[in-house]
């Protein structure tokens, strides 16, 4: 007699082995869930979890050739497939539930060691069902953006019931850094750690310390990690960008490597090494890299097509040119029904062709390429943005490209280091007076939107200021400060009428895009504050 | 000829052998459960029993190959302890009641402990397999913390252990293991590395075995710091 069900509850049993599938559903069947549904490897699970909602999937870590259980995993929570409350248990064999706990920032709620029995899985399910229930309202708190609220909730947790709670703990920290919180954020780490060396504990202290741009001290936690487990991947990742952060290019590429060797199936660790391989001129390396990025687009939302034109640069970069032509058309023939790929593949034709001094070719790749930018919606890369600048200087003509240049001016505006880049490329070209004009009138441009909106808040004119920064945030997605601004005239509001209702969600989904953008800007983490501190007044 | 790595080798072969496994061991279970004939009942069981014997030495073939190659690194996770052991024991209850011995588990809801799930349950799973060829009609399972250390223990009514299998705590990490004369040696040589992968502030898990079980049967204890 089962007391416990699934009633109501979808159900998604992924796996690469028929008769596992049938065993499984066989198992779930009495608890009498409203539907199962089943895939046969990883490409069918996205695409079922893009048309429906589950409440549990069931996925094997090993799926044949395509993509595995945690790649399912990581484009499923990356892409929001999951609902906030859904339960996803990986079934592994012994020798890969390690790996899959080790992937410390995308993990399963659970999961299952082959052999097992009906009753084990029943159980196991059960478990997971009961802890997300136990934990509901502090998934809620979060899914509506109630951050310190969620706070609060943990700490009760943990009051009521100090042990067992890794989860809790574990979202407790998360908070804290969303918040800015770093101070508290770091006591809390490191009063854990005084009772136990639990990596992802320590993994999470030197995170925080990397946020507070204290980068030695996070060097030391990360290499503490390493000592515990050379096999810790994620630390790996850590390391390099510590150490990308002190200087030392050589060796985070090092030590990218070495993760690399231990887990080759990241595009984003392949991609990162790719990029400072190539301003290290180990382009050998970063080729390689570059190839296997592109290849993982077949398996991995992570993966893009965009590391084209950085994989023929690194070949012309060794003079493979011919080579380089080719590999061109093999992306072209292996993705042929990717739109992305035909954008990608025609500005790195032109950028070989420039590079040869096949001029003519060169503007004619590029003309495909400013013809598609037209067509499609999607905001273009800042890399692509600066090869398509760079083109059409070489072929002496910046009208060209003036609307792509004018765009990621007035996106990136506050980043100096890009905005050198694009001065750099219109100096190269003789053109400095040129680029300097498009930087210099895009900002005034842009503070004087930025001065309009602040007044309209300053004259007591809040909704209309509110309504002129969403409109110009609409115009300029990627400015942190109209973000910003838009948040503070929403907070300001707030404060006014006392009702935190109508802008609260809206405000924080705004810093978060502006945090997004510019992580270092400290604007956010002040904001966010004046925000949590008006919720908990209301409350 | 290219030199194949051996352990991805392992690993696909472990993966393939569990599907088939798993297959196995769930068939057995659907026409156990159908089963009223007592005499195909027990020989079914009987089946179950070997197939966990074959899950069993897998496990440990592949965790021993690993540490011996520096591949295995301890996945400590905070795990309620009480569900562990019920879930493990969970799976014998049947098997063991067909030879009229019983399993009980003491522990409290709340205990809570880092333990790699894999190997501790590999250790389980290991001295049931052989419990259930010499116990006789008990058998009884507890953990505690003690200062700052969980004590799991396994006590039955057998014959005890022999001689050549009594470890010390003290000595149990010298101790010469004879994998000759029975799988007991390896087992206990794996339950030994086991502990010892646990690891905190310094110290390090031992088991030991004495003969203090029920009515001068086994007692097997594993120590976690």
Redesign the interface.
Known sequence: MNIWNLKNKSVLIVDD?D??RL?IRE?LSPLMPQKITMAKNGEEAIELLEKQCFDIVLCDY?LGDGKDGQQVLEEARHRDLLKYNATFIMIT??????MV??AIDFLPDDYI????????LQ??LE?ASRKKAQLDNIATAIYDKNYSKAITLCEQRLQE?P??Q?EVLRTKGELLKKLGRLNDAENFYTSLLKE????WVRQSLGQVYFQKGNYSEAETQFKLLLK?????VNALDWLASTLEKQGELENSQNILQQAIRRSPKSPVRQRKLAAIALINGAYDVAEKAYEYAINECKHSCLSSMADCSGLIKSMIKQGKTEEASKSIENIQKNFKNNPEARFHTALASSVLYRETNELEKCRKNLETVLKLINSQSEEISTEAALDITKNCLALDNPELAINVIKQLVNNHSENEQLMNQVRDIYEKAGRSEEGNAIIQNTKKEIIRINNEGVKLAQDGKLEQSIDFFIQAAKGLPNNATINFNAAYSMIQQMKKTGDTGKYFSLSKTLLEQGHKIDPHNQKYFQLIKLVEDLSSQAA | MKTINFSTVL?SA??DI??A??????NI?AISNTTVNAENKTELEQLQYQ?KRI?NHL?QL??LY?INQS???P????T?IK?FLD?AI??YTSLFALKNITLTVDCTD???W?ID??LI??VLTNIMNNLYMHAKSKIEISARQESNTLILQIKDDGFGFSDEMLLTPFCSQQKKFNFNSSSTGLGLYFSSIAAEMHQ??GKSGYISTSNDGLNGGGCFSIMLP
């Open positions: 082995f008769k596992m065993l198992i090993k064999a012994e020798n890969t539930s390690a706990m080790g060691s082959k052999p097992f029995t009906p009753s084990q159980k196991r478990k019931s042990t067992g890794m136990r060396n639990i990596p515990d487990n050379p096999a810790n | 690993a472990v993966h569990k599907n496994l798993n297959i196995l061991i769930n279970d197939g899950n496990i592949l965790v690993r591949q295995y690194f996945n400590l996770m905070e309620g569900e879930e969970d799976q709340d205990l809570y880092y799930c894999d349950n590999g905190n502030n």
